[in-house]
């Protein structure tokens, strides 16, 4: 699954962003050469961001095998980068269009029946010096509009997000996301699950 197979024209999906503080950013799809700078990203996480989203690693490693699974499984990522050298990447948006049985269960309980044609996870991850920038304000519209062209109707978050982390609620809860209770994750920690209508 790649944004070629799912979305038409790759460079369709490719769009500049302007966010507060006079900032800019490119939104486009990861790319097989992305290595390099996917692993300067991670690496650069802080453990509070890691603390939130969570890889089993950060280093090269980790990038190679995201960029290796570009045009695999159910996953579709997305990246803001800088549109200046050292044209650093600022940010990871993923998408995945699998639900897996444990959270179809647990949102039955919520009395809500989720389905792989019309739903996608996704979890966003900011670089530490631009969280709070407007950067992720800026790219949650064209977030809405990718997974509007992949047919999807509702955005629930892949893994919740952390009940400890109120910015995170609080920004989801802007853009009109709605809570519908909370859960132990595999990692111990109270977890949100929440939804976005998109029609």
């Not at 070629?4 to 302007?18: C, I, K, T």
């Not at 996480?45 to 159910?74: K, M, V």
């Not at 897996?100 to 010096?129: K, N, W």
């Not at 996301?177 to 976005?196: K, N, P, Q, V, Y």
Request: charged content about 25%.
């Amino acid at each position: 699954m790649d944004a070629l197979s799912l979305g038409g024209d790759p460079a369709a999906l490719r769009h500049e962003v302007n966010f507060a503080q006079g900032g800019t950013a490119m939104f486009r799809p990861l790319e097989t050469g992305d290595v390099g700078r996917l692993e300067e990203y991670l690496s650069s996480l802080s453990s509070e961001t890691r603390r939130f989203w969570n890889l089993e690693s950060y280093d090269r490693s980790a990038a190679a095998e995201l960029c290796d699974a570009i045009g695999r499984y159910d996953k579709l990522r997305f990246v803001a980068q800088e549109t200046a050298a050292p044209f650093l990447l600022l940010a990871s948006f993923e998408f995945s269009f699998g639900i897996p049985q444990g959270d179809m269960e647990r949102f039955r309980s919520y009395s809500i029946t989720l389905s792989e044609t019309i739903d996608c996870r996704f979890a966003p991850c900011v670089r530490d010096a631009l969280q709070g920038s407007g950067l992720a304000n800026a790219l949650m519209p064209l977030t809405i509009d990718i997974a509007r062209r992949f047919g999807r109707s509702r955005i629930i978050l892949w893994g919740g997000v952390d009940s400890e982390n109120r910015r995170a609620i609080r920004f989801y809860e802007k853009h009109g996301f709605t809570a519908l209770g909370r859960f132990w994750s595999s990692g111990g920690r109270e977890s949100i699950d929440m939804i976005l209508h998109l029609r």
